[in-house]
Nanobody, 115 residues
Framework: QVQLVESGGGVVQPGGSLGLFCAAP????????MAWYRRSPGKQRELVAY???????NYGESVKGRVTISRDGTQNTMSLQMNSLEPEDTAVYYC?????????WGPGTQVTVSF
């Protein structure tokens, strides 16, 4: 297991922006894939975005065009910039990392989009 630590969640008004950050401070190996998932109450976990160590990336349909994922592969850190946030983006956002067949999750950070 890889320890993943998220930060940057909070409350933002609709139309606002928020950045999330994830780090794996104790891992010396380069994480193959890092991603953000989210889960809203009553809904299934949803992929927000992923990025590989070689820089390949993809976004979930519900956020495409509004979020940008990036990472520093050498530091095993990852960021997610979210713009034009909507109330439907309210969820707990989880950092995910995979090294070979080892899957790891962060504890999650709450994002609330509300007036």
């Amino acid at each position: 297991q890889v320890q993943l630590v998220e930060s940057g969640g909070g409350v933002v008004q609709p139309g606002g922006s928020l950045g999330l950050f994830c780090a794996a401070p104790e891992t010396k190996l380069t994480i193959d894939v890092m991603a953000w998932y989210r889960r809203s109450p009553g809904k299934q976990r949803e992929l927000v975005a992923y990025i590989t160590k070689s820089g390949n990336l993809n976004y979930g349909e519900s956020v495409k065009g509004r979020v940008t994922i990036s990472r520093d592969g050498t530091q095993n850190t990852m960021s997610l910039q979210m713009n034009s946030l909507e109330p439907e983006d309210t969820a707990v956002y989880y950092c995910y990392g995979r090294i070979d067949d080892t899957h790891s999750w962060g504890p999650g950070t709450q994002v609330t989009v509300s007036f």
